[in-house]
Structures are given as C-alpha cells and as structure tokens.
C-alpha cells in the first residue's frame, strides 16, 4: 500500500474555500485515492474517492493531476462543522485492508 | 442507510477480565476490520476478516483475538485486558474500497 504525506493541520474561516493537498509518490497502476473525514469520538466516514482527472459530489471535490502522485480535497465554502481530521488513503480495489495515516487537523474559524 | 453497529458505546472493565466488543453490519459486506485508535498514534488495524471464519491479523494483534461465526458479526475478544488496551475501538465493514465504520467503542481498563 503506497504511503500517503498530509500537513498536520491547517486552519480555515467560515465560507473559505479548502485544499488539503496528499502526497503518494508510490501510487501503483490500481490504487484509487479515497478521502475520510472523521469527528471526535466518531468513526471515519467516507467523503469522496477518485482515479484520475477530477471528480465531485455533494460534499467535496477531488483533483487528481496526470501523474496521479498527488491529489487534492476541495471543500468548498467551509462551515465550523467541517472542523474535523481529513484522512487521505490509496489503496487497490483487491486490496482490503485500510492503512490510515497521520490525517489532517483541519480547524474552521467564525 | 448503511449501518455498522457497535455494542457498547463505552466500557470501563478491570484488569485481568475477558472482554467482548461486537459488531453488526447489515450490509452483507464480506470485509469486517477492527481498529484502536490512540491519540498520536492515529487508527491502526488490530484484526481483519474476509470471510466467516476467515481472519488475518493486521498491525498489532498481540492480546486480541477475533471470531466471526456469522457474515454480519465480528467479535473482537481481548483474552485478558490490560491497561494498555484503553483505548477507542473501531469497527468497520466493506464490500469493496469503500469502509463504513461504527461509532465506536471507547474502553477503559481500570
């Protein structure tokens, strides 16, 4: 499983758009990029999950350049509720067990 | 909506005990994990199942042990707790990349 870079902690304001860059230079040919929030005292819980290019859903878009070596998690308009730990996980679909890192404090400001 | 339930939401149990977390999805996943998470040391996979009656360990299954008799239960038994075993347990299903966890048990061993 390729291993994943994140900052540590980044904070924000209500209404701001955020990018949480990930790191993963050793993304093999099959490894999809997937993006976990979790609040204190809960479970993560899955936010969006891509290949290449682009894509979006109701929460967050995920931008995957041509080299797929990084990838970035746009929240956009950010609310104190999204105050939260972003965990940023590559993995092939055969491959079924989850390695979480460090993941990504992420603070919203009034 | 999907759902993996935890049995307890906190335990406070003493040393030396048997202990017994459950977990129930009701999904028909055929992945099952359990984790413990610990502040700076992040999530870590403590025992993993593929199938009923399958598991493998993950990272650190040293004091655990596992059963899963039924697709939709994974028990995750430490033999004799300690107080090093204080800590948040996750539990988590998938039938693919995509991981659903419950909420949580947060142990306490006195």
């Known amino acids: 499983l390729a291993k994943t870079t994140q900052p540590i902690s980044m904070d924000s304001y209500e209404g701001q758009e955020v990018n949480i860059t990930c790191s993963h230079n050793n993304i093999a040919t099959n490894d999809y990029i997937t993006w976990y929030q979790q609040f204190p005292s809960q479970g993560p819980r899955f936010i969006i999950q891509?290949?290449?290019t682009k894509v979006t859903n109701e929460v967050a878009s995920l931008f995957i350049p041509a080299d797929r070596k990084s990838s970035t998690l746009s929240l956009p308009r950010v609310s104190l509720s999204d105050t939260a730990v972003y965990y940023c996980?590559?993995?092939?679909?055969?491959?079924?067990?989850?390695?979480f890192g460090s993941g990504t404090r992420l603070l919203v400001r009034p | 909506d999907v759902k993996v339930t935890q049995s307890s939401r906190y335990l406070v149990k003493r040393t030396g005990e048997k202990v017994f977390l459950e977990c129930v999805q009701d999904m028909d996943h055929e992945n099952m994990f359990w984790y413990r998470q610990d502040p700076g040391l992040g999530l870590r996979l403590i025992y993993f199942s593929y199938d009923v009656k399958m598991k493998e360990k993950g990272d650190i299954p040293e004091g655990y042990s596992v059963s899963r008799e039924k697709k939709e239960r994974f028990s995750l038994i430490l033999e004799s707790a300690s107080t090093n075993q204080t800590s948040m347990y996750l539990c988590a299903s998938s039938g693919s990349w995509i991981y659903t966890f419950g909420s949580g048990t947060r142990l306490t061993v006195v």
């Open positions: 996980l590559v993995g092939g679909r055969s491959s079924y067990k989850l390695i």
């Open positions: 891509g290949y290449k």
